[in-house]
């Protein structure tokens, strides 16, 4: 009898702790559901949303976050602002969003430059971790291209700059374009270079044109796509895996002679870091809808873009596999500032 009613007891405390494990599950389940990320996914967006592009206006990735962020308004029905902080290679407007509120109402336009930045400053208020990717949107490859009366082809222009030194110009010592290309004449092509520094793309491509320089390096989407299509200068590689569709005439690298060399200027949209992911998830299969709508695609390639749909896993690693690319070539051309 002593012993029944002890295994009564036992059999009544293990029911108990049992009863008190599934009371705290359960609290702890409704406490997930009403967390503050939980509910801003849900809810999300019910107020204005900002937009915020570190170049001035006018630029290819203001004209491509006020593309968007029109059509993002339409299918969130929500306002979306788009504001332009300009200055110190984008850094004003990174470290603005890096350190905003992580709830999805405060996104960068970002372009190229934020992978570069990583390594290039090192003083600049925040980190690429301080981000993660929405959406990498958009991709211009880098092209270099000579006067209409210059070089014909890329092997004739380093031939000539052997005894001397590739000359070009780009739109600055931090641009894509430069690190890009004077990684491929020092380490690929092996040739002593002289850059030719401008204050953008757009007067690089006029000083080609002029023919006050033999080389201008800059994306198609910079301002050398119409040129190069109309004949006025002569694209003498992109470095992609393919040709462009917008300029079938320019070879690649690769068909140059320089196999696997690739570079891209891209543009793309950036939340902080600790931003819910269903937010993120949730804006970047907004934008691709967006990508694919035929006048966007159309518009895009106007500018020397090719738009590209990756989710929001994809957009992420393409982000960190840039950041190693442009530091392995900033590394070795020995590019930095304080």
């Not at 336009?109 to 981000?131: C, H, M, P, Q, W």
């Amino acid at each position: 009898m002593r012993d029944l009613t002890f295994q009564q007891k036992r059999s009544a405390k293990a029911s108990s702790r049992k009863s008190r494990a599934i009371a705290v599950a359960a609290i702890g389940a409704l406490l997930v559901l009403s967390s503050p990320n939980t509910s801003w996914a849900q809810g999300y967006p019910n107020k204005p949303i900002t937009i915020l592009v570190g170049f001035a206006p006018g630029g290819l990735i203001d004209v491509i976050s006020r593309l968007v962020g029109q059509r993002l308004q339409e299918k969130l029905g929500q306002t979306v602002v788009v504001e332009n902080r300009a200055g110190a290679a984008g850094n004003i407007a990174h470290r603005r969003v890096a350190t905003s509120d992580a709830d999805g109402y405060t996104i960068l336009g970002g372009t190229t430059s934020l992978a570069i930045n990583e390594t290039v400053f090192t003083k600049r208020g925040y980190v690429a971790d301080d981000f993660i990717a929405v959406s990498i949107a958009a991709l211009s490859p880098e092209m270099i291209s000579a006067p209409a009366g210059g070089a014909k082809t890329l092997k004739e222009f380093i031939d000539s700059s052997r005894s001397t030194s590739a000359q070009f110009g780009t739109a600055g010592a931090g641009s894509a374009s430069y690190i890009t290309t004077q990684y491929f004449f020092q380490n690929i092509a092996k040739i002593p270079t002289t850059h030719i520094p401008f204050q953008g793309g757009a007067p690089a491509v006029a000083a080609a044109l002029g023919n006050q320089i033999p080389l201008v390096a800059t994306p198609p989407a910079a301002g050398a796509a119409a040129p190069v299509k109309a004949g006025k200068l002569r694209g003498l590689a992109v470095a992609a895996d393919k040709r462009m569709a917008l300029l079938p005439d320019v070879p690649t690298y690769s068909e140059s002679g320089y196999p696997g060399f690739t570079a891209f200027a891209w543009t793309g949209f950036f939340v902080p870091a600790k931003t819910p992911k269903e937010i993120a998830v949730k804006l970047n299969e907004a934008i691709t809808e967006i990508l694919k709508e035929p006048a966007i695609g159309a518009k895009l390639q106007e500018l020397g873009f090719e738009p590209i749909y990756l989710d929001q896993p994809a957009s992420e690693a393409m982000f960190r596999a840039e950041i190693k690319k442009w530091r392995t070539m900033i590394e070795a051309i020995g590019l930095k500032v304080e």
